[in-house]
T-cell receptor, first 116, second 116 residues
Framework: AQTVTQSQPEMSVQEAETVTLSCTYD???????LFWYKQPPSRQMILVIR??????QNATENRFSVNFQKAAKSFSLKISDSQLGDAAMYFC?????????????FGKGITLSVRP | GAVVSQHPSRVICKSGTSVKIECRSL??????MFWYRQFPKQSLMLMAT?????????EQGVEKDKFLINHASLTLSTLTVTSAHPEDSSFYIC????????????FGSGTRLTVV
């Protein structure tokens, strides 16, 4: 069974600084997708970034980028120029490629606070 | 982009009554929807996978008779909490897979259920 591990329950970053959120996963599949979701106080789940395992290039979305290390099964999220609105819970998630309707497996999440 | 509408956002019900939560895909057809439960500061726990026109698949430990899921059309799935108890109080979130879109999974805004 696939597992997703986020070992840091909380992190804090100074506004305008950079922070990296860690995520590791375990799978026997070769093709899969990885995601980072943001859940602000409103509790709406928002997709931050996604990575296809077959792509070697790390995904980037504006201030958000990932460091995808397939061999190490590591998928960290880097937030640059942190803003107050980045404060939220962040969840790392995994989805197997096989099965169009296969479910997402979430990590426990990390609470990110941003200091003004 | 894909939008999933979830209603109600908040509901309070008395012990022993039933409450229905609706999840609609507004601009795409969702053959599969997912229902999650989330406790404060914790991750999303998958309760069941809802497939249009067929019975839902429940995760281990989730009571099928208590959490009734119906997915009668390609745009609507409902979760009914039957004979509600205070321990059923939680945040419930639905998600749908947009097969035609680039982002995969879209989440509803969630329902906070309080059983008194």
């Amino acid at each position: 069974a696939q597992t997703v591990t986020q070992s840091q329950p909380e992190m804090s970053v100074q506004e305008a600084e950079t922070v990296t959120l860690s995520c590791t996963y375990d799978t026997s599949e070769s093709d899969y997708y990885l995601f980072w979701y943001k859940q602000p106080p409103s509790r709406q789940m928002i997709l931050v970034i996604r990575q296809e395992a077959y792509k070697q290039q790390n995904a980037t979305e504006n201030r958000f980028s990932v460091n995808f290390q397939k061999a190490a099964k590591s998928f960290s999220l880097k937030i640059s120029d942190s803003q107050l609105g980045d404060a939220a819970m962040y969840f790392c998630a995994y989805k197997a490629e096989t099965g169009a309707n296969s479910k997402l497996t979430f990590g426990k999440g990390i609470t990110l606070s941003v200091r003004p | 982009g894909a939008v999933v509408s979830q209603h109600p956002s908040r509901v309070i019900c008395k012990s022993g009554t039933s409450v229905k939560i609706e999840c609609r895909s507004l601009d795409f057809q969702a053959t599969t929807m997912f229902w999650y439960r989330q406790f404060p500061k914790q991750s999303l726990m998958l309760m069941a996978t809802s497939n249009e026109g067929s019975k839902a698949t429940y995760e281990q430990g989730v009571e099928k008779d208590k959490f009734l899921i119906n997915h009668a059309s390609l745009t609507l799935s409902t979760l009914t909490v039957t004979s509600a108890h205070p321990e059923d109080s939680s945040f419930y979130i639905c998600s749908a897979r947009d097969l035609g879109g680039p982002y995969g999974y879209t989440f509803g805004s969630g329902t906070r259920l309080t059983v008194v």
